[in-house]
Structures are given as C-alpha cells and as structure tokens.
C-alpha cells in the first residue's frame, strides 16, 4: 500500500466510521486513481493492516467490505503528520515519458514525430476532460476543494502538452534529438 493510499484511507475515515466498500466510493468520486495512484483493491488490505498497527478499529465485523472502521488517536496523529510533511516536502514527479525523452535519439525521425503528436492528442483530451470535470465532483459528495486538484492536474497537463508541441516543431526543424 502505497502512503498516499495510506492518508487517503484514515483522511477518509476522520469523518466518521466507513466501511472498505464506503472508504472505496469516495476515493473513487475524488478521482484519486488520477492523480495519487491509488490501487483500489488495496484498500481493504490497507485498512486491515492500518487496523493491526493500531491506527484504526473494527467497530463492525463483518465479511469482505463490509467490515466497518473507526480513526484511533494514533490514527489521527498519523494522518497529521504524513498531511503535514506532503505539504512542505518537495518529491520528485516520477513519470515514465522521461524516460521516453532520455531515449528520444532512439526512434528515428518519423517515429517519434507520430509519438509526440499522438501524446500531443491525449493531452489535449486530458486536458479536456480534467476542465469538464471541475463543478461536477460535488453533485456526489466531493469537497469543493476537490477542483482545485483537477486545477493542478490540468496545469501540469498543460505544461506538458505546451512541451510537446514545442517538440514537435524542434524536431521537424531538425533542432531535435
């Protein structure tokens, strides 16, 4: 479980008690897959283990997703303490297309013409949806602030579109690779 999985499920939790199939919905009405990676079927391994490291409590049994958990005060501590460091620590953004542009001098002339502009294209529709979907989160119980992560999504999409297309012009100038 990765640690933004981690502070997703008890950030979840603080709000009342939830079930994995709960913890589950409201990640997935934040679009959390999109931008902190998050694997859903780890959620209820997460919250099983986050519950024998004393970080939450079973307040229900139950089977499969329907066990119900509760934030401990070590749970909150946690929460507080991973939320604090995400704000003031600066990690590197890991993409795999750097690892295209490292080896751009591998692909011929014409290949990755068609590999910039077809990333060129799902940019543009990235980009498209990301702005569709700010004011729409809300109608099934996502915070306000939610659109100010589809805003910072949206602007590193940009970033890299504007990038891209730069790049397609240096290459067919033949100022690339």
């Known amino acids: 479980m990765s640690s933004s999985t981690r502070i997703l499920i008890l950030g979840t939790l603080l709000d009342g008690p939830l079930n994995g199939y709960q913890v589950r919905r409201q990640l997935e009405t934040w679009g959390t897959d999109t931008w902190a990676n998050v694997a859903f079927g780890s959620i209820y391994h997460g919250l099983g283990k986050m519950a024998d490291e004393g970080l939450l409590e079973v307040v229900e049994s139950g089977k499969g997703g329907s066990t119900v958990y509760a934030v401990t005060d070590d749970g909150r501590f946690e929460f507080h303490r ?11 953004i890991v993409d795999p297309f750097q690892v295209a542009v490292m080896y751009m001098d591998r692909l011929d002339r014409s290949q990755l013409l068609r590999a910039l502009e077809a990333r060129v294209e799902q940019l543009r529709l990235m980009v498209a949806m990301t702005e569709r979907a700010k004011g729409t989160k ?10 100010e992560n589809l805003e910072l999504n949206a602007g590193m999409l940009r970033v890299q579109l504007e ?5 397609v012009k240096k290459v067919k100038d033949g100022d690339l690779p």
Request: with cysteine; proline share 8%.
């Open 82 to 92: 991973m939320l604090m460091s995400y704000w003031v620590e600066l990690r590197p």
């Open 138 to 147: 809300q109608q099934f119980g996502a915070p306000r602030h939610t659109d």
């Open 163 to 167: 990038w891209c297309e730069k790049a």
